[in-house]
């Protein structure tokens, strides 16, 4: 099996230097892009169906025809790779960056051209020490190479990258938060319309993509489209994706699979089943702001259509597993709290619903909670429903939430019948 | 008496290097914050006094940008941050129980500075490492897959 994003890093952990990268085919996407118009580009994109790998799935060749084009078009335009990477569950960036940077850089560069950016920039988690500085090698040496700078590889074109690295707060991660960021301010999101594609960073046309999304770049540019489809076992999308399994199964990490997978040979095959001991009880299918799925939903594919119609999202694609051992409502509580703690209190139902929810669960899970709190909290999740906030921060928070009080409802009604939670914590 | 200036000259030659490519200076604040933590470990009031000619912008407007991020920290830390990931991943697999030894050894809790200064204890989200899960940073390095008997030795390492 093809695993494009993966097969090419090495096994003892250090970064593929640009020798290395170009010897397993890398910057070919990037030549063949150069000798095409950019909206030759563009459109090859489109017909990968590659889709944002940063949680929604919005097809990617298409976000980027929104940006205005031409001689009329503004003549700055940026480029930006969200690796905020703060979604509780979630790491699989950090193996990109870590691994294979100049993948990352490649894709970037290919996007810039396809959209006429001159500028562009990596927004990566702060936490990422060692993924900064391994970018920072890269792009150094994609600079000393020609591929970054005037004129690159005799093109005619122009194109710079640079890296800012977050000082923390999930919030960033919201592509106009995001920009907030990079322009120094506080990270609150901005109001939609206008959209980055029209004007995003200080104004100007942008494209903000999630890293993993223009590593896959270089690859339909070398391949092509229909290389890219056949990678992939979901109507829906192309290529492969990565998947990924934290929580108590026998082999966490992150696997690079055909889009579309099951969620059983997610579980069973490639996270290698429950510990020994542990019983699934339920899964998060893409971080901490998707929807519970349970043991019933084994058998669904892991594609964004799926995962949708099973009441959940496939957002990142990294599963957390609640095992039989560890209390929902702490989850739950686990979960709400982190939200709580990263609203960016611009909206009031966000920032004064959250830390009620977290203080009512708090409240259940010490032995104190009154029955009529399970309404209060299904109220919550109605209250802060999408449309109803600023962002989506909120509305994510809640997926988790609703659907424990659907799935997990007996072990919240226990706690506060018993005044107290069962499960011991381990 | 000249007042004695707690952004050095080297940190401010630092920030001005920031400007370039940037529209206006105001683009750098949170970079700029970065520098002065770099330097002073910390961002005082006496700081953003000094901060404010510098970016062009009144100390109050940087204030509100250091109080909203996580790691501008706007009160004095120890020499070593120990941030600990209290989110989900590391909540199943045994986090309580990291907390619960780093605060016995430390004597501090969330917060806290230890009295000869040598480490600030602090929670932070998910550190993207959940694979290995539980986690934690000590100042840049990250310890993975922690056991409660391997803290001595972790912190042992930092003076
Ligand atoms: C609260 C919040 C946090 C987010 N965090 C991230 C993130 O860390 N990384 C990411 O790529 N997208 C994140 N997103 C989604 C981005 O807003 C945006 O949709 C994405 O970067 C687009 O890239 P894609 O089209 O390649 O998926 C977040 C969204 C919200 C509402
Ligand atoms: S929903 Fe929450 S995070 Fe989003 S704008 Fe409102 S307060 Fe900020
Ligand atoms: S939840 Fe602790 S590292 Fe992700």
């Given at each position: 099996?093809?695993?494009?994003?993966?097969?090419?890093?090495?096994?003892?952990?250090?970064?593929?230097?640009?020798?290395?990268?170009?010897?397993?085919?890398?910057?070919?996407g990037?030549?063949?892009?150069?000798?095409m118009?950019?909206?030759?580009?563009?459109?090859?994109?489109?017909?990968?169906?590659?889709?944002?790998?940063?949680?929604?799935?919005?097809?990617?060749?298409?976000?980027?025809?929104?940006?205005?084009?031409?001689?009329?078009?503004?003549k700055?335009?940026?480029?930006?790779?969200?690796?905020?990477?703060?979604?509780?569950?979630?790491?699989?960036?950090?193996?990109?960056?870590?691994?294979?940077?100049?993948?990352?850089?490649?894709?970037?560069?290919?996007?810039?051209?396809?959209?006429?950016?001159?500028?562009s920039?990596?927004?990566?988690?702060?936490?990422?020490?060692?993924?900064?500085?391994?970018i920072?090698?890269?792009?150094?040496?994609?600079?000393?190479?020609?591929y970054?700078?005037?004129?690159?590889?005799?093109?005619?074109?122009?194109?710079?990258?640079?890296?800012?690295?977050?000082?923390?707060?999930?919030?960033c991660?919201?592509?106009?938060?995001?920009?907030?960021?990079l322009?120094?301010k506080?990270?609150?999101?901005?109001n939609?319309?206008?959209?980055?594609?029209?004007?995003?960073?200080?104004?100007?046309?942008?494209?903000?993509?999630n890293?993993?999304?223009?590593?896959?770049?270089?690859?339909?540019?070398?391949?092509?489209?229909?290389?890219?489809?056949?990678?992939?076992?979901?109507e829906?999308?192309?290529?492969?994706?990565?998947?990924?399994?934290?929580?108590?199964?026998?082999?966490?990490?992150v696997?690079?699979?055909?889009?579309?997978?099951?969620?059983?040979?997610?579980?069973?095959?490639?996270?290698?089943?429950?510990?020994d001991?542990?019983?699934?009880?339920?899964?998060?299918?893409?971080g901490a702001?998707?929807?519970?799925?349970?043991?019933?939903?084994?058998?669904?594919?892991?594609?964004?259509?799926?995962?949708?119609?099973?009441?959940?999202?496939?957002?990142?694609?990294?599963?957390?597993?609640?095992?039989?051992?560890?209390?929902?409502?702490?989850?739950?509580l686990?979960l709400?709290?982190?939200?709580?703690?990263?609203?960016?209190?611009?909206?009031?139902p966000?920032?004064?619903?959250?830390?009620?929810?977290?203080?009512?669960?708090?409240?259940?899970?010490?032995?104190?909670?009154?029955?009529e709190?399970?309404?209060?909290?299904?109220?919550?999740?109605?209250?802060?429903?999408?449309?109803?906030?600023?962002c989506?921060?909120?509305p994510?928070?809640?997926?988790?939430?609703?659907?424990?009080?659907?799935?997990?409802?007996?072990?919240?009604?226990?706690?506060?019948?018993?005044?107290?939670?069962?499960?011991?914590?381990? | 008496?000249?007042?004695?200036?707690?952004?050095?000259?080297?940190?401010?030659?630092e920030?001005?290097?920031l400007?370039?490519?940037?529209?206006?200076?105001?683009?750098?604040?949170?970079?700029?914050?970065?520098?002065?933590?770099?330097?002073?470990?910390?961002?005082?009031?006496?700081?953003?006094?000094?901060?404010?000619?510098?970016?062009?912008?009144?100390?109050?407007?940087?204030d509100?940008?250091?109080?909203?991020?996580?790691?501008?920290?706007?009160?004095?830390?120890?020499?070593h941050?120990?941030?600990?990931c209290?989110?989900?991943?590391?909540y199943?697999?045994?986090?309580?129980?990291?907390?619960?030894?780093?605060?016995d050894?430390?004597?501090?809790?969330?917060?806290?500075?230890t009295?000869d200064?040598?480490?600030?204890?602090?929670?932070?989200?998910?550190?993207?490492?959940?694979?290995?899960?539980?986690?934690?940073?000590?100042g840049?390095?990250?310890?993975?897959?922690?056991?409660?008997?391997?803290?001595?030795?972790?912190?042992a390492?930092?003076?």
């Amino acid at each position: 099996m093809e695993r494009p994003l993966t097969q090419h890093m090495k096994s003892d952990g250090t970064a593929l230097s640009l020798k290395e990268y170009e010897a397993s085919g890398g910057y070919e996407g990037l030549r063949k892009a150069l000798k095409m118009t950019p909206l030759e580009v563009m459109n090859l994109v489109k017909d990968s169906k590659l889709r944002g790998r940063g949680g929604a799935g919005f097809p990617t060749g298409m976000k980027w025809s929104f940006v205005p084009m031409g001689e009329d078009a503004p003549k700055q335009k940026y480029i930006v790779a969200n690796g905020d990477e703060m979604e509780p569950g979630t790491f699989k960036d950090r193996l990109l960056v870590e691994l294979n940077p100049h993948m990352l850089i490649e894709g970037m560069i290919i996007s810039a051209y396809a959209i006429g950016a001159s500028m562009s920039y990596i927004f990566l988690r702060w936490a990422y020490h060692l993924g900064a500085k391994r970018i920072q090698v890269a792009l150094d040496e994609a600079y000393q190479a020609g591929y970054l700078g005037k004129n690159i590889m005799g093109s005619g074109f122009d194109i710079d990258m640079d890296l800012h690295t977050s000082v923390g707060r999930y919030i960033c991660g919201e592509e106009t938060a995001l920009l907030n960021a990079l322009e120094g301010k506080r990270a609150n999101p901005r109001n939609k319309p206008p959209f980055p594609q029209v004007s995003g960073l200080f104004g100007k046309p942008t494209i903000v993509n999630n890293v993993e999304t223009y590593c896959n770049v270089p690859h339909i540019l070398a391949k092509g489209a229909e290389w890219y489809l056949s990678l992939s076992q979901s109507e829906g999308g192309g290529g492969t994706k990565l998947y990924g399994a934290s929580g108590r199964v026998k082999n966490p990490g992150v696997y690079e699979l055909p889009l579309g997978i099951t969620l059983r040979e997610l579980v069973e095959v490639h996270a290698g089943g429950m510990q020994d001991g542990y019983k699934l009880r339920g899964i998060l299918p893409g971080g901490a702001s998707t929807d519970f799925l349970t043991p019933d939903h084994l058998d669904i594919k892991m594609d964004f259509e799926e995962v949708a119609k099973a009441g959940s999202r496939m957002g990142t694609g990294l599963i957390i597993v609640l095992d039989d051992k560890t209390c929902p409502i702490g989850m739950c509580l686990n979960l709400e709290q982190f939200f709580a703690q990263e609203s960016c209190g611009w909206c009031t139902p966000c920032r004064e619903g959250l830390p009620w929810t977290a203080k009512l669960l708090q409240g259940i899970e010490d032995g104190q909670g009154r029955p009529e709190d399970i309404d209060i909290l299904s109220g919550q999740t109605r209250y802060m429903a999408p449309g109803n906030t600023f962002c989506a921060l909120a509305p994510g928070a809640m997926e988790p939430l609703q659907s424990a009080l659907k799935y997990f409802r007996e072990d919240f009604e226990e706690h506060i019948h018993t005044h107290h939670c069962k499960y011991q914590h381990h | 008496m000249a007042k004695e200036q707690v952004i050095s000259d080297e940190a401010r030659k630092e920030i001005e290097g920031l400007f370039h490519h940037l529209p206006h200076k105001q683009a750098a604040c949170i970079d700029a914050l970065k520098v002065v933590q770099k330097y002073n470990r910390w961002v005082s009031d006496e700081a953003l006094q000094e901060l404010a000619p510098i970016l062009e912008m009144s100390a109050h407007q940087i204030d509100s940008v250091a109080t909203f991020y996580n790691i501008i920290f706007r009160k004095p830390v120890g020499r070593h941050v120990v941030f600990l990931c209290n989110s989900v991943s590391c909540y199943i697999m045994g986090y309580e129980e990291i907390y619960k030894a780093l605060k016995d050894k430390l004597k501090i809790d969330f917060g806290g500075t230890t009295p000869d200064d040598r480490f600030t204890f602090l929670p932070i989200p998910c550190l993207g490492t959940c694979d290995h899960a539980p986690a934690m940073l000590v100042g840049e390095d990250l310890y993975r897959d922690l056991k409660p008997e391997q803290l001595d030795e972790i912190l042992a390492k930092y003076e």
